[in-house]
């Protein structure tokens, strides 16, 4: 059999740091880095005789996250402890949900490259606190615990196993991150970790009913190394089923370097962890109302935004998804409109210029340091004819680099359009003269010759000459 005689099965449990000003039991700050163990007290470094307090944002965070996700959500809910060995950890349990979580049977919608549209389904989302991190001494004596991040408050998402392709489990994610930006719960920053998922992954027959026994990969924060890693796990299962052998249920490693995964541990069951409910801390119970009030401090969804562009902007479909994917991309689209007035030509240099700037330089779009009003002011530039749409592309590169006001970016540059007609004049004659064999095959009929020409003559001026101007001028010459 070959790898197409197998389907690959995914389910994800995300991670995403919660944005709240302190910790999830303490009133520590959750802010990152900082020097170590600066940001914890006796409750989130586990002293003995401390008890927790439960932080109402964190709740409110995790309901915002059930309700965008199409959630129930749970009236009576409670914490448990997860009793583990956990090196950066000194409670040696993590306070976490085990049978009622807050929020339960959502489902995110995702649109896959051929435009179908595919819901996936979400198990669960529940709170709990994140662990310390150990810093690996740079002399060889051993490990340093930081307890900065100890109880900074996450939510997990886990979804059904309903992904079936790396490129499936990279739009659910990407979808994810989105939703928890649009609802301001997690700043979703991978590189910082503050979201990141465990991947697991199992093969079976095409056409076999139940599924494969699957691994599961910890930890992940890139999109980049998510798509590896799961080609390369659902190619190692399928080898080892190929060759007759099966899988064992084990906890991965992948290993961006080499680009394999490496086991870690057996994987542990729920009653290895004998979850009980927390003692320290009282039942959440939440009221209808107190739910309502929550739905109405919801702001825009990423799919409502999406409908209006398509409705009242008549945005294409594709580039309203690609637009609303990201909320920064659509509040740099709408400031912009705003100061421009022009939709359509804001949505088009986003579809066209920013894209493929952001692909060359493999930039995700919150990176974009430039705001929406210079975005806007540039499209202005364009619009009244100040700068040709070749010198935009220029102006954006600045922008990229050290945002200002464009008009400053032009004038700084000396990339003002030329659409003095004596000066384009001069250029088309110029041209001509140097170019007496396209004149002599346009007048022959053939009429490309003229765009060879104000080719020439926008080379000729740095791409600054108008070229209408240039067109109409060339025409003028060519048809004496
Ligand atoms: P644990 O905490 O033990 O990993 P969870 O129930 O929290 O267990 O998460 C299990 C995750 O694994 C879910 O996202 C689920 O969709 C996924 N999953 C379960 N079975 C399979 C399978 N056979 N193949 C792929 N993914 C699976
Ligand atoms: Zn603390
Ligand atoms: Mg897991």
Not at 115 to 130: A, G, M, S, W
Not at 422 to 439: D, R
Not at 446 to 456: E, P, S, T
């Amino acid at each position: 059999m070959s790898k197409e005689d197998y389907e690959i099965v995914m389910g994800l449990e995300v991670h995403a740091e919660l944005s709240t000003k302190t910790k999830i039991f303490c009133s520590c700050p959750t802010e990152f880095g900082g020097e170590p163990n600066t940001h914890c007290c006796p409750v989130c470094m586990a002293m003995p005789g401390t008890l927790p307090v439960l932080n109402e944002k964190v709740v409110e965070y995790a309901i915002k996250a059930g309700l965008a996700t199409n959630c129930e959500i749970a009236r009576n809910s409670k914490n448990d402890r997860k009793n583990y060995f956990y090196p950066d950890l000194p409670k040696a349990y993590q306070i976490s949900q085990f049978d009622m979580p807050l929020c339960e049977k959502g489902y995110v919608e995702i649109t896959n490259k051929n435009e179908e549209k595919k819901k996936v389904r979400l198990t669960r989302i529940h709170i709990e606190e994140d662990a310390g991190k150990l810093n690996h001494d740079d002399y060889g004596r051993g490990s340093l615990v930081d307890l900065n991040r100890a109880g900074v408050p996450l939510i997990e998402i886990v979804s059904e196993p309903d992904l079936r392709s790396a490129e499936e489990a990279e739009m659910y994610l990407r979808k994810v991150k989105s939703i928890l930006e649009y609802i301001e719960v997690s700043d979703c920053k991978m590189q910082e970790g503050s979201l990141r998922a465990d991947v697991n992954v199992s093969v079976r027959k095409r056409g076999q009913a139940e599924y494969g026994t699957r691994t599961e990969m910890k930890n992940m924060n890139s999109f980049r190394s998510i798509v590896r890693a799961i080609e390369y796990e659902s190619n190692r299962q399928i080898e080892v089923l190929e060759e007759g052998g099966k899988i064992d249920q084990e906890t991965l490693r992948w290993d961006d370097v080499s680009g394999k995964t490496f086991s870690m541990r057996d994987k542990e069951d729920a009653q290895d962890y004998r979850y009980f409910p927390d003692p320290d801390l009282a039942l959440i119970k939440m009221s209808e109302e107190y739910i309502e009030n929550i739905k109405k401090s919801l702001p825009e969804l990423p799919e409502s935004r999406k409908k209006r562009y398509i409705e009242e902007i008549g945005l294409p479909e594709y580039d309203a998804n690609l637009i609303t994917a990201s909320k920064h991309l659509s509040n740099l689209f709408e400031k912009a409109s705003e100061i421009c007035g022009n939709y359509k030509a804001v949505s088009n240099f986003i579809m066209t210029d920013i894209t493929k700037f952001l692909n060359e330089k493999e930039l995700e779009p919150d990176q974009i340091p430039f705001s929406g009003e210079e975005l806007g002011n540039l499209i202005i530039l364009i619009d009244k004819g100040t700068i040709s749409t070749s010198i935009a592309k220029k102006v954006l590169a600045v922008l990229f680099e050290a945002p200002e006001d464009p008009m400053k970016i032009v004038e700084k540059n000396g990339w003002l359009q030329i659409s003095d007609e004596g000066a384009i004049k001069e250029v088309v004659l110029k041209i001509i003269e140097q170019n007496q064999q396209s004149v002599t095959d346009y007048k022959a009929g053939k009429k490309q010759a003229l765009g060879y020409l104000v080719g020439q003559a926008m080379k000729e001026t740095k791409g600054k000459a108008n070229p209408g101007m240039l067109n109409k001028m060339f025409m003028e010459e060519l048809e004496k």
